[in-house]
């Protein structure tokens, strides 16, 4: 029976382990080694290290399972021994505990991305982690964690198949300097989203010493009120010699115990480069500490995207949630959705983002299509063309779990109400995949035409969250605005719901306000009034057209007379252009948040081409190109003067912080498309490549994502990619590089280990002669580093790396 993993929790702070990996480094395991095996191969080992760090005073010890999934086993020709690695695992880490330590279960990233920034369907992931959840399980874990992880989609599948094996989960990713992961993701996002899908702590591990972390986790209290874990490297690493040293003592990690734990931290451990002398230091220090008293309550809603996050309700300041992406009303958007495209739906998610709106509710009711897939295609278009939460709108509880399959972040369900169908159906979703819910005021007997009526729906709805598992803030209320021509009483009475809501149940309110006015003139007059009506009772979120510049106006002038806006800064940045007649001008400045496009009111072909590319437009970029083709342009001149400027706007974009990696992968995948497209047109013949390169991930190190990333760009640049794969001995690349006369050779390694065989490689190069110009890069890999081994350029993120390797290929 395992130990009471969260009962320990609330009781006393406690101490994880430390790096594996470098433990076992050090006792022998060779680069390149699966991990993972040595459970079985070689126990003695694997125990040694637990014992280790037991004797150092680790309250758990991690399983030696980190690439124990059948993905990454496979790199090894082990998939089919997965159950047996696992389960010998917690057996090896339950000897060396005893009954001193809990074992936690270690889950890593299989090395793939799921869709749409990957081809890894979200079902698949969750298959693949289950798995391995499962035979941890079996083996006696006492509980599961979740270490590393980059992709937030890669993420919430692992939480979702680990919590269904009952465990407690704990989670951690990873955040470079900037506090975001490799695709984009803040600390607080992620929070967020870990928080919602129910784990019992949460954090950051690995990519940085202890300030980075507790930069991270600091973050991450500031949204959300669950344990936190830190497990920092020990610093960064940097290279002496031909040896990789981290350059934080044990004494120098100890004195960040006090700040992490006024930070929220629960859990302190390491990653990599702590040692069990680390952790003993580490240890003694937080044990020490006077308990905290945690993080202090939150009572607000958080809603959150991939790269991006909202909070409302409990007196913070109202939000909105743009409607136009539904097809009620709406001819072009309903046969765009009807023939499976999703133009109309990436030009709203822009522009609704430009306008200020703070969420976008996906509606994609039509008659007679494919409502799962049509819902699956529009969330994944409004993900990649905006940073903001998505509110999933559906009255169909299997089209409800496509969106929550398919979306980033933590969405708001549209809706629930007091329906006893509607309760048994969607509250298990909303708890599974961690989501918001909507309640309309409304149940089997209909919409009371009372507010205390609507009342106690809502306290039934809020009954029935809390027994499914959902936290209070995540009910959010809306009190039905009916249209006042049929009952003049009407909004008195929605406006006074509202008041009761907020007063009685102390939950987030929202509305669609729009209704309010349907069948009478000058709608847009009596929605601006009832909006500001609605903030001043305590409206905390309002459905509407966030391009109505009236409704938009009214909404910022409320949010300042209500001191939701202090100093009224919000407020004077949408006005601060003024027409020649001194009247409010068009919000061209209404937000910072970056437009998904920078490509403006695109009317020729060329401009209409790069816009397709910087956009991400899979859809019709395709089109396009044969309508270039149609006006005469020439195969290569469509690529060299639109789609290849296109690329360089998106790495500008990229460079700048205002796009990410899913957008930068959505546009290269974009350009693949008419590039194919283009490749029929040249029948086989494809033009004078800029240049040729080979690239590889060095002997002993299986991390290939940035390769590949990098391999698409350029060859979405015109280079000829001679791409040989991972863990490639030396020799193969000084072969590959001669016989195909490469004017570049680019090298990877991720891991510290691995490092070095770069410098090996390019010594060969040398050696034989050969007069490609190297390029290398990695996560451990610097420009100090690049220059001492001789390559002739450091890549950097996969944008800059593309631009350096142009540069190396004109200078030839």
């Given amino acids: 029976m395992p130990k009471d993993f969260v009962k320990a929790l609330k009781q006393r702070p406690l101490v994880f382990d430390g790096a594996t990996g470098t433990m076992l480094q050090k006792l022998g395991l060779k680069p390149g080694g699966c991990p993972d095996g040595l459970n079985l191969t070689n126990p003695d080992i694997v125990k040694k290290v637990h014992g280790l760090y037991v004797s150092a005073g680790s309250d758990v010890v991690t399983t030696n399972t980190f690439g124990a999934n059948r993905i990454k086993l496979r790199e090894y020709g082990l998939e089919g021994r997965l159950e047996e690695i696992n389960v010998a695992a917690v057996g090896n880490a339950r000897e060396a505990a005893g009954k001193k330590s809990f074992v936690a279960g270690c889950i890593g990233p299989t090395g793939r991305f799921v869709e749409p920034v990957g081809d890894m369907d979200f079902d698949e992931a969750v298959s693949v982690f289950g798995e391995q959840a499962g035979a941890l399980k079996k083996g006696g874990a006492d509980l599961i964690i979740i270490e590393t992880m980059m992709d937030i989609k890669e993420m919430k599948a692992a939480i979702i198949a680990a919590s ?22 803040p600390p607080e996002a992620f929070a967020i989203i870990a928080d919602s899908l129910g784990v019992a702590a949460l954090g950051a591990n690995c990519s940085l010493g202890s300030e980075g972390i507790y930069r991270a986790v600091s973050a991450m209290s500031r949204v959300m009120d669950v344990p936190l874990i830190a497990q920092p490297n020990a610093g960064i690493p940097t290279l002496k010699g031909r040896e990789t040293v981290f350059p934080e003592t044990p004494d120098d990690m100890a004195e960040y115990a ?26 003694g220090v937080f044990r020490a500490l006077k308990p905290e008293k945690g993080n202090p309550k939150k009572t607000f809603t958080c809603l959150a995207g991939r790269t991006s996050f909202t909070a409302f309700g409990a007196g913070l300041a109202p939000i909105t949630v743009g409607e136009r992406i539904n097809p009620t009303g709406r001819k072009s958007l309903a046969q765009e959705i009807q023939e499976g495209k999703t133009s109309i739906i990436r030009t709203e998610a822009r522009e609704q ?12 009711g039509v008659p007679d299509i494919d409502e799962k897939a049509a819902m699956k295609r529009a969330v994944f278009a409004v993900n990649e063309n905006c940073r903001l939460p998505v509110v999933i709108d559906s009255a169909d509880p299997a089209v409800i779990e496509e969106g929550l399959k398919a979306v980033d972040g933590k969405p708001l369900i549209n809706s629930i109400s007091g329906e006893e169908k509607k309760l048994e159906a969607i509250l298990p979703l909303a708890k599974k995949y961690g989501a918001a819910i909507l309640g309309l005021t409304l149940d089997d007997n209909g919409i009371p035409a009372e507010a205390r009526g609507r009342l106690k729906v809502a306290e039934k709805i809020l009954e029935r969250a809390l027994d499914n598992g959902l936290k209070k803030q995540d009910v959010v209320i809306d009190c039905l605005a009916m249209t006042i021509s049929a009952d003049p009483k009407s909004a008195r009475e929605t406006l006074e719901a509202i008041r009761l809501v907020k007063e009685k149940l102390g939950l987030a309110t929202i509305l669609g306000v729009s209704n309010i006015s349907f069948g009478l003139p000058s709608r847009e007059t009596i929605n601006t009034a009832f909006l500001t009506m609605a903030i001043e009772a305590g409206l905390d979120c309002a459905i509407m057209n966030t391009k109505n510049q009236a409704m938009m106006d009214a909404y910022h002038a409320s949010s300042v007379l209500l001191g939701h806006d202090e100093k009224g800064e919000r407020y004077i940045e949408r006005f601060r252009e003024k027409e020649p007649s001194g009247t409010a001008g068009g919000p061209s400045r209404t937000t910072n948040r970056p437009s998904r496009t920078a490509v403006k009111g695109p009317t020729g072909i060329k401009e209409r081409l790069m816009a397709a590319v910087v956009e991400g437009d899979g859809n019709n970029i395709t089109v396009l190109v044969e309508e270039a083709l149609r006006e005469g342009w020439e195969p290569l001149k469509v690529g060299s003067n639109a789609l290849i400027p296109g690329l360089d706007e998106v790495g500008r974009l990229f460079a700048s912080n205002r796009y990410f990696l899913p957008q930068v992968i959505s546009s290269a995948d974009a350009v693949k498309k008419a590039f194919e497209r283009l490749k029929r047109e040249m ?112 890549g950097g993120e996969a944008t800059e790396a593309v631009k350096k390797i142009k540069r190396l290929v004109k200078a030839k």
Avoid: W
């Fill in 683 to 794: 029948k086989g013949a494809t033009g004078p490549a800029p240049g040729r390169v080979v690239m590889a991930t060095v002997k002993g190190d299986i991390h290939d994502i940035g390769k590949n990333i990098v391999c698409t760009l350029l060859e979405n640049h015109g280079f000829e990619v001679i791409d040989l794969g991972k863990n490639v001995p030396a020799e193969k690349i000084v072969e590959a590089a001669v016989a195909k006369k490469a004017d570049v050779v680019g090298l990877s390694a991720l891991m510290t280990t691995t490092v070095m065989e770069m410098d090996n490689v390019i010594k060969k190069l040398k050696k034989q002669g050969v007069a490609a110009k190297t390029v290398v890069g990695g996560a451990v890999v610097t420009p100090e580093f690049a220059k001492r081994i001789g390559a002739d350029e450091y």
């Fill in 164 to 185: 269904a094996t009952g465990l407690p989960v704990v989670a951690t990713m990873t955040f470079d300097s900037t506090m975001r992961t490799v695709l984009g993701t």
């Fill in 258 to 283: 006090p700040r992490l734990a006024g930070a929220g931290v629960r859990i302190l451990g390491g990653c990599c480069g702590t040692t069990p002398e680390h952790i003993k230091a580490m240890g």
């Fill in 353 to 364: 983002e430009a306008s200020g709106a703070h969420a976008l509710d996906v509606n994609v």
